[in-house]
């Protein structure tokens, strides 16, 4: 799915919500028939981190951890094993076999928003919740960022809930939802 909205449409407070950034001060979100929103802080950490990845326009990216060490993060700050088919799978997959030892001021736009990508999906959530990942790629790299998310849709069977103004990129998604004023129309 992929949302298409406008500027002050109210569409990061909506994937803030969706994700269990922001709490609501009325209404419900219900993920996989719960509504996350009765969680506890803890629980919805915990939430967060294993059933939700984020992927930022600006991706992010912490200055002094390598490519692999951003990827995993995700890992270590809820103690689990990385496994290592897994991160190297996922390397492979958004092209970043030969920087995975870079730091994010070393590598492209296109290199630091795969990683942030891949940050976003080492946990194989759920849902992926993209705000504008491809706002400051050129096209070559937003093509390449778009054909990943579409992946990890089909073979890590993802959701995929997607921001943009762009709508050749919207062209791709299977559905288009539009928000204009805080309304979907």
Known sequence: ????????????TLLHLIG?????????????GKDIYKFNDEQLAIFRRRQVGLIYQFYNLIPI???????????????????????????????????RNHLPNELSGGQQQRTSIGRAMITNPAIILADEPTGNLDSRAS?????????????YNQTIVMITHNMEIAKYADRIIKIEDGKMI
């Open 65 to 99: 951890l390598n490519v692999e060490e951003n990827i995993t993060l995700p890992l270590k700050l809820d103690n689990k094993d990385i496994n290592e088919k897994r991160l190297n799978d996922l390397i492979k997959l958004l092209g970043l076999e030969k920087r």
């Open 20 to 32: 269990g950034v922001d709490r609501p001060t009325s209404g419900k979100v219900f993920i996989d």
């Open 143 to 155: 093509d390449e960022i778009v054909e990943l998310l579409r992946k990890s849709n089909k073979e």
């Open 1 to 12: 799915m992929q949302l298409l909205v406008h500027h002050g449409s109210g569409k990061s």
